[in-house]
Structures are given as C-alpha cells and as structure tokens.
C-alpha cells in the first residue's frame, strides 16, 4: 500500500469519526432544548409535558452544564438561546445547590462578563464565608454546610455524600472561592465509603476524586476500605478497576461483571471527568474506551437513559455529553468541511495519479 493511499484512509476514517461524534452533541444538545421548561430550568427525570411548571432547582447546574458542552461543540443558536435561559434561572435561585458554582463560571465563559459568578458568589459562597446563608430559616457557614451535605444522604445513599461534597469542591474550587472546608469534607467521606452497606460506591469515589483533582489536593486514606491507597492516583487506580472490559464503569463495586447489564452511564460519567482530571495520560485507554461506550448507547432521541430500559433522563444525558466534550472534543464544523474538502481533494489526486 503506497503511502498516499494509506494516508488518505486515516484521514477518511478521521473525518467519519470526527462527524458521528459532532452528530452526538449536536443531537444531544437538541435534546436537552426540547426539554427545557419556559423558566430556563429541566424537569426531573424527564418530562412532565407541560414546560410552564417549575422546574427542579437542584439539577439546573449539571444539565446546563451538559448543554454547554454541547454548545462548544455545535455553536448552535438555538443552544445558546436554551442557556441564556438557564442562565436566567440560576439568577433567580435563592436556594443554592452544592454545584452551582461551576455552572456559573461555565456560563459566563460563554455568555461574557460575570454576572452568574457575581450572582452565586453574592448570594451563597460570600454568605457562606459570613455564616450568613439562610437555608430554611437555618443560617450556615462554610464548615457547617459542608456537615449538612455529608449528613443528607443516609442508608443506602450514604455513599452518594462523598458525590455531593466532592462536586461541591469542583464547584468551589472553579469560582474561587475557600476550599478548605469542602477538601476537608471530601477527604472524610472517601474514608466513609462502604461498599459493603450502601450503593452509589463508585459514584462517590468519581466525585471525590474529581474534586480533589481539581483542587490539587493528594489525598492519603489512613482507614476505610481505600485505606490501602497511598495516593489520589492510588485512588484513581481503583476507581479503573471498577470499568467493566474498558467500557462502562459499573454500578457499584461489587458487580464489575461483563455481560450482565451492570454499566451506569451517571457512574460512567464522573469516572471518565475524575480520571482525565487527575492524570489524562496515565488513564487515556480508560477514557477513550469510557467514551467510546458512552457514545454507543445514545439513544434515538439524543439523549441517555442511565441504564437500559431506566428511561430518558435530563441529568443523564447533559453528565453523557459533559464527559464526552471533556475528554474527546471534536473540531469545529468548519474544521470538518475542511477535512473534507481535503479528502476529496486527496481522493481526486488519486484517481488522477491512476
């Protein structure tokens, strides 16, 4: 095989993979705006068929955010509109959710100037660092929020704590504001992982991790069942061991068998984000294999289910497309026609040279 041919097939196959994956977020994207209620917001999981209700407060920052990673990719307009929107919404909280903070950073870096960090830092992390955030007529400090993060889930939830303060500090930690009492809170729920008594396992190791990562915290567990590790990438380690053959991680543990539906797309979601923060290199065939499964079973309508046959969820499919644009993003449109273009032209020179 001479080496123009052999080069014009890399590039072929280039261009068809650079085209399926701006399919996913533009079909993804458009998903999420069907599903966008008149308030800016989403419902919960899915749908309730009447876009005037209110939406699910505690969502807005994950499912924007997956919007927002569909929109670097497409550019659409109408995905731009459908975040102005969200933006909206978040300027309208004034009950605050433990990830606000990074959706805000990640508005204003799309819709220019601060006003959503200016908005969430005013009225939750600067109230926050005062003890002055009233959360249903209790005020809070930092310290004492972070306690209540860690304390509401209990029983088989438990675990789903280490999620919450872990996505809290990437959320902190991306506005700028004190991290110490969400690293604190981090670094004691990774302790207080058990597999053994509760679900939500390999969800909340992700978001710790993921959060430690993005504070440029290590992390040393001295007791707990990852006290063996020495290290956040010992962590990480174990985190990988939880991918079902490179494809999906699995919903807990404890079930990292192949063949047996036990993939999570949310679990999957926060591995590959946690991964690629703490050491993309070291982890890049977990990624891309994570990646690659996470693209296949995107369903008809855009969107994921977490699950086979969970149904459609909003969360789902934005936390799909958020680990998707993280870890694989794709060239712009206009870089694709290029390609193209120089496929084609390639193809031609060929069939000339013959």
Do not use: C
């Amino acid at each position: 095989m001479s080496k123009k041919i052999f080069g014009v097939g890399i590039l072929f196959l280039f261009v068809l993979a650079t085209a399926a994956n701006a399919t996913v977020f533009q079909t993804g994207g458009n998903r999420l705006v069907s599903t966008q209620n008149n308030d800016g917001g989403w419902d919960w999981p899915l749908d309730n068929g009447d876009s005037t209700t209110g939406s699910a407060s505690n969502t807005i920052a994950p499912i924007a955010m997956g919007l927002s990673q569909a929109y670097q990719q497409t550019g659409d307009a109408n995905q731009l509109v459908s975040l102005q929107k969200a933006a909206a919404f978040l300027q309208s909280k004034t009950v605050f959710s433990t990830q606000d903070g990074y959706l805000a950073v990640q508005l204003d870096a799309i819709l220019g100037g601060s006003a959503n960090t200016d908005y969430v830092t005013t009225n939750f992390y600067d109230k926050l660092a005062t003890g002055t955030y009233n959360r249903n007529g209790t005020l809070y400090n930092t310290s004492e929020y972070v306690t209540l993060a860690r304390n509401y889930r209990t029983g088989t939830q438990a675990n789903l704590a280490a999620w919450d303060v872990g996505m809290g500090l990437v959320a902190a930690s991306a506005i700028g504001a004190d991290t110490t009492a969400w690293v604190a809170g981090t670094k004691a729920e990774i302790d207080e992982i058990d597999s053994n008594s509760s679900y939500y396992d390999v969800i909340g190791l992700a978001g710790s991790i993921y959060g430690l990562a993005s504070a440029g915290e290590d992390y040393d567990p001295l007791v707990g069942q990852f006290s063996a590790a020495n290290s956040l990438i010992d962590l990480g380690q174990i985190l990988a061991g939880f991918q079902i053959d490179m494809g999906g991680f699995a919903w807990h543990a404890n079930y990292v068998i192949a063949n047996d539906g036990n993939e999570e797309i949310q679990e999957t979601a926060y591995a590959v984000l946690a991964l690629n923060q703490l050491d993309a290199a070291m982890f890049s065939a977990n990624i891309q294999g994570a990646s690659s499964y996470l693209t296949s079973v995107q369903l008809a309508s855009g969107g994921w289910e977490n699950y086979s046959f969970s149904g459609e969820n909003n969360e789902v499919t934005a936390e799909a497309l958020w680990a998707l644009n993280e870890t694989a993003p794709v060239p712009e449109p206009s870089t694709i026609l290029l390609l193209g273009g120089g496929l084609a032209g390639l193809a031609f020179y060929r069939r000339k040279k013959k």
